[in-house]
């Protein structure tokens, strides 16, 4: 591992138990990096606007279910 900088005591540290037993000697929670929450989020185009049209009109006071207007749910 590469030295890293402890954001608790400042101190360089080449490993990793090292640097979780200063953290856990004190209380601190470490909390990392989560690289799933960093990627954007892509959506699938709807094909057919229509259902979108139709949801607007309704104001979405009764929710269109997916069986009702044949797109899975990912599409939304």
Not at 9 to 14: L, V
Not at 56 to 63: H, I, L, S, T
Request: charged share 30%; net charge positive.
């Amino acid at each position: 591992m590469d030295p890293v900088q402890s954001q608790l005591d400042g101190r360089m540290y080449d490993s990793k138990s090292a640097l979780r037993a200063t953290y856990r000697a004190t209380g601190v929670t470490e909390v990392g990096n989560d690289p799933v929450r960093l990627r954007k989020f892509k959506r699938k185009p709807i094909e057919d606007k229509s259902i979108v049209d139709v949801a607007f009109r309704q104001g979405y006071a009764e929710p269109l279910a997916a069986e009702d207007v044949n797109i899975s749910i990912a599409a939304w």
